[in-house]
């Protein structure tokens, strides 16, 4: 295989949609991943393919042991590569709880999802494209974490899911450091307010904030701001850089007086 290779989890509608479209445009062979929407995911296949690229569709619940492992097993099987690892998958917080009504439940649930499961798909895959660079398979590898911009801004009626974003942050940081010398490059692309089906219920209240100026930029970001961020750093614009965070957010992130 000649042709790059990128797996993008949750990649069967929203901005994991999007960035795989957007990989496969940039020649990549694409791993669609998804946990509950095949026919959304072969979707996503079939409009790559008709767009003249390579991809297969791959379930998998990537807060599984057993998820992950088939995950990656079926990517080198096909491919027999991995040069991309795309960790978008992730879920809201259930029912939104305020903090002081948070369950133990959803609190495994999220974590589980959002955290525990790319921290070691990142593990399994940066083992993995170790092992290819040393045998000249690849010249190198990057995993890019999609976070969000409650990794830092407050909503306590999403406990679980901020600080599963936060940790997210961190585990760039630690990736980067632990894979900086092996070129593996790790960054993080933290979202701002997407329009996808996640914001969807809330519709109303940021259509709202973002005309009051919640951000400079005073629009809705779109899933393709975001796939374009990671087509970036998969073109490798940034061969001096390592443990970045991204911010696709229209300016969210600046401190305003």
């Not at 509608?13 to 496969?24: D, E, N, P, S, V």
């Not at 999609?146 to 009626?157: D, G, T």
């Not at 519709?203 to 951000?215: N, P, R």
Request: glycine letters at 10%.
């Amino acid at each position: 295989m000649s042709n790059p290779v990128a797996i993008v989890t949750g990649s069967s509608r929203g901005i994991g949609r999007a960035i795989a479209q957007q990989l496969a445009a940039d020649g990549f062979c694409v791993t669609v991943n998804y946990n509950s929407s095949p026919d959304a995911a072969n979707e996503v296949v079939a409009q790559i393919e008709a767009a003249g690229g390579a991809a297969i569709a791959v379930q998998a619940s990537v807060a599984s042991p057993e998820g992950r492992a088939q995950l990656l097993e079926q990517t080198l099987a096909k491919w027999q590569r991995l040069d991309v690892l795309v960790n978008n998958a992730g879920i809201t917080s259930p029912g939104r709880l305020d903090l002081l009504e948070a369950t133990p439940e959803n609190w495994d649930l999220v974590l589980g999802t959002n955290l525990k499961g790319p921290f070691f798909l990142s593990q399994a895959a940066a083992n993995s494209m170790l092992g290819q660079i040393e045998q000249g398979i690849i010249a190198g590898g990057k995993i890019i974490n999609l976070s969000s911009l409650s990794a830092y801004a407050s909503s306590p009626n999403r406990a679980d899911y901020c600080i599963a974003k936060a940790g997210l942050a961190m585990m760039t940081n630690l990736f980067a450091d632990r894979l900086g010398d092996e070129k593996i490059q790790v960054f993080e692309v933290c979202p701002g307010v997407i329009a996808t089906d996640m914001t969807g219920p809330v519709k109303e209240k940021y259509d709202q904030q973002i005309a009051d100026g919640l951000s400079p930029i005073k629009r809705w970001g779109q899933p393709e701001d975001v796939a374009k961020a990671v087509s970036a750093i998969c073109a490798d614009y940034f061969p001096f850089s390592t443990g970045q965070r991204i911010n696709v957010d229209g300016g969210f992130h600046l401190r305003r007086l």
